[in-house]
């Protein structure tokens, strides 16, 4: 979420003239995108603010100037206190009003005062940018409903998948996690909207669409009744656009895994059989203490019900160990879980503890020691299962998308008759060139092509790919 947000500032800034560079040496303005649910995100801010002061005194003893904001959700969490902080600052902008950047900037510029907006008002942010959508049309940027994409039209490359926030904001306020202080109570878009940047996307090339939420699957925007509609509808209208090839949703809470969300998953074949799930502990005391609102036997019940639905679901799900008070007893209930379910590709962290929530606060910290050692060895049975689940897709065929050129891409002689002869005199040198993609499980697909031709013909489609190889974190095939 936070590196949509960044990409959303960074188009509103294009919009007003602004263009990016890679550092902050001689930039007319610096923004420090924050984000609370990393470990010491504060103190990381003030140590850049640090690094940044040098550039913003060479710019005025220039005689110009350098605007440096600061935004996300440690702006929104500290607020005015930043400035007490830190003379650099000009600008805090919050998570749900950062669509003020280029009013707040053209301010701080003119009237030579900070600025600080810290409201919530997420309806405005999203009309903000269905309103850039409709004037920039196809001129460099183009804004979409919180979805924006950028055509280069040196390298042609365009999205082949985009976001679409769909809801923002949580309720849930588990004992660890700073987002419902930060991003604020729950907030859905009307499908009206949503659809229609759907569209728009697709009309822009785009055929996978990615819904967005903090806890997307509590999504209760209104349809056109006024009537709230469930996520599983939204699926179900968005898959209505022909040319959406597939969907899917992230993150999601247990909680809110409604029968017609886990129904839609056998029933729409563009909703990918792929879920991110969050459980964070296999243990119920431990479960109890974050106030996750869920039992470890509703998430077994819950996958069950997934996989009765769409068998092959490949599943994800984050996990902290080392929550305050989780025993030797409490973690070993969540490697039985991991091993019970066995999940394609997860996340897993260290407690650590956030100012301001519950547990931040609570007596019985666990020992850094014993945080690392539950992490390692975690994270070695969910290395484990990646490997085997990547592992059984060899010799399979399975419908890829194709996003954009690998990193990777390298040289190879051949002939020029495609028959290689070293030394030969029709010997040259040619790009091979490597296309990256992604199978319905959300792996990363890596085939080899001929050309820039053949590689350009594939951007943006779905094609069969014969999977030769696995890898740890990616398949590599051939296309069928
Ligand atoms: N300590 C460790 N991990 C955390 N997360 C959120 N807050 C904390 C914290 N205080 C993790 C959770 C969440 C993911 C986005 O970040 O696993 O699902
Ligand atoms: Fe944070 Fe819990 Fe809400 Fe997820 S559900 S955003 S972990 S409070």
């Given at each position: 979420?936070?590196?949509?947000?960044?990409?959303?500032?960074?188009?509103?800034?294009?919009?007003?003239?602004?263009?990016?560079?890679?550092?902050?040496?001689?930039?007319?303005?610096?923004?420090?995108?924050?984000?609370?649910?990393?470990?010491?995100?504060?103190?990381?801010?003030?140590?850049?603010?640090?690094?940044?002061?040098?550039?913003?005194?060479?710019?005025?003893?220039?005689?110009?100037?350098?605007?440096?904001?600061?935004?996300?959700?440690?702006?929104?969490?500290?607020?005015?206190?930043?400035?007490?902080?830190?003379?650099?600052?000009?600008?805090?902008?919050?998570?749900e009003s950062y669509q003020t950047l280029p009013d707040l900037v053209g301010k701080a510029i003119r009237e030579k005062k900070k600025q600080i907006n810290l409201d919530f008002v997420p309806d405005n942010k999203f009309d903000v940018f269905r309103e850039l959508a409709a004037n920039v049309g196809d001129a460099g940027s183009s804004y979409l409903g919180g979805s924006s994409r950028r055509v280069s039209a040196t390298k042609g490359v365009q999205k082949s998948s985009d976001f679409v926030t769909v809801q923002e904001g949580c309720d849930k306020f588990c004992t660890f996690c700073v987002v419902p202080y930060t991003r604020g109570a729950e907030y859905s878009r009307e499908v009206s909207k949503i659809v229609d940047d759907a569209k728009r996307l697709?009309?822009?090339?785009?055929?996978?669409?990615?819904?967005?939420?903090?806890?997307?699957?509590?999504?209760?925007?209104?349809?056109?009744?006024?009537?709230?509609?469930?996520?599983?509808?939204?699926i179900e209208e968005v898959a209505k656009i022909d040319a959406v090839k597939?969907?899917?949703?992230?993150?999601?809470?247990?909680?809110?895994?409604?029968?017609?969300?886990?129904?839609?998953?056998?029933?729409?074949?563009?909703?990918?059989?792929?879920?991110?799930?969050?459980?964070?502990?296999?243990?119920?005391?431990?479960?109890?203490?974050m106030n996750r609102k869920h039992t470890r036997q509703d998430y077994f019940k819950i996958i069950e019900k997934l996989r009765a639905a769409r068998p092959d679901m490949g599943l994800s799900s984050d996990f902290i160990v080392g929550f305050p008070g989780e025993t030797d007893k409490d973690f070993?209930?969540?490697?039985?879980?991991?091993?019970?379910?066995?999940?394609?590709?997860?996340?897993?962290?260290?407690?650590?503890?956030?100012?301001?929530?519950?547990?931040?606060?609570?007596?019985?910290?666990?020992?850094?020691?014993?945080?690392?050692?539950?992490?390692?060895?975690?994270?070695?049975?969910?290395?484990?299962?990646?490997?085997?689940?990547?592992?059984?897709?060899?010799?399979?065929?399975?419908?890829?998308?194709?996003?954009?050129?690998?990193?990777?891409?390298?040289?190879?002689?051949?002939?020029?008759?495609?028959?290689f002869r070293q030394g030969g005199e029709d010997e040259v040198t040619t790009r091979s060139i490597q296309l990256w993609g992604k199978s319905p499980y959300l792996q990363s697909v890596i085939v080899d092509v001929e050309s820039e031709e053949e590689a350009a013909n594939y951007f943006g489609k779905i094609a069969e790919v014969k999977i030769l190889k696995s890898r740890p974190s990616s398949l590599v095939g051939t296309i069928n």
């Open positions: 979420m936070n590196v949509y947000d960044s990409d959303r500032m960074q188009d509103l800034m294009e919009n007003v003239g602004y263009e990016t560079i890679d550092t902050p040496e001689g930039a007319d303005m610096v923004i420090i995108n924050t984000c609370h649910i990393r470990e010491k995100a504060s103190e990381k801010l003030f140590s850049d603010l640090g690094r940044i002061r040098p550039h913003k005194n060479k710019k005025e003893e220039d005689g110009s100037q350098m605007i440096v904001a600061v935004a996300g959700c440690v702006a929104q969490a500290e607020g005015e206190e930043i400035f007490k902080r830190s003379k650099v600052v000009d600008i805090i902008v919050g998570p697709v009309d822009q090339g785009v055929s996978e669409i990615y819904f967005l939420g903090q806890n997307v699957n509590a999504y209760h925007g209104l349809d056109s009744t006024g009537a709230p509609s469930s996520l599983a509808k939204l597939r969907i899917r949703y992230t993150t999601s809470h247990p909680r809110d895994m409604s029968d017609d969300l886990l129904a839609a998953h056998r029933d729409i074949e563009k909703l990918m059989p792929f879920l991110h799930l969050p459980i964070q502990s296999g243990s119920n005391s431990v479960l109890k203490g070993e209930d969540t490697m039985d879980l991991v091993r019970k379910i066995g999940f394609t590709q997860c996340y897993s962290f260290k407690y650590s503890p956030r100012p301001g929530t519950p547990a931040a606060d609570a007596k019985i910290q666990v020992e850094e020691s014993v945080k690392d050692a539950r992490l390692a060895e975690l994270q070695k049975l969910l290395t484990e299962q990646q490997i085997e689940f990547n592992k059984k897709a060899e010799g399979q065929v399975m419908p890829v998308l194709f996003e954009r050129e690998a990193p990777k891409s390298k040289k190879r002689t051949t002939t020029q008759n495609g028959r």
